[in-house]
């Protein structure tokens, strides 16, 4: 059972974090003008998550992505996106650029992540990516922090 006597960072520092909401807000008017897909999106968001551990945003983003309209079998094998054929060469160009931002601590964003990244995406995607990866990584390690409650 989680040790539910954290202190809720959001809360404790709440300008902080409404300027970690507008920049939520500002990335995602920057996903949809660089023509990113908002299912994509959502799915990038879940990855995040998913490589961070974060139950709260997984449990957020997975229910934003399936009202929404995603596909739950997508959702399912995300972990495993390269053995499926189940996303377009797009999908799976976002998808490790966004594991490789995630796992910096592994070598930072080397140059066959970003190299394929860039032969796939154009300049406004990627960088909408990379700073949709930053936004969600922050909220990961907001949420971790604080251990928001998951559950019934």
Not at 42 to 66: K, Y
């Amino acid at each position: 059972m989680p040790d539910t006597c954290r202190v809720n960072i959001g809360k404790q520092h709440p300008a902080a974090y409404k300027t970690l909401i507008a920049l939520s807000e500002e990335v995602e008017r920057a996903t949809a003008a660089a023509g990113l897909d908002p299912l994509l999106v959502e799915l990038l968001r879940i990855r995040a998550s998913q490589i961070n551990g974060c139950a709260f945003c997984l449990r957020m983003h997975t229910r934003d992505a399936l009202r929404k309209g995603e596909n739950a079998d997508r959702i399912a094998v995300l972990p495993s996106w390269l053995e499926t054929s189940y996303f377009s060469e797009t999908d799976r160009a976002a998808l490790r650029l966004t594991e490789a931002i995630t796992r910096v601590q592994d070598g930072h964003v080397n140059d066959e992540d970003y190299n394929a990244a860039v032969a796939v995406l154009t300049a406004d995607q990627v960088s909408a990516i990379a700073w949709l990866a930053t936004v969600m990584n922050a909220f990961n390690r907001v949420a971790i922090t604080s251990r928001y409650p998951v559950g019934s």
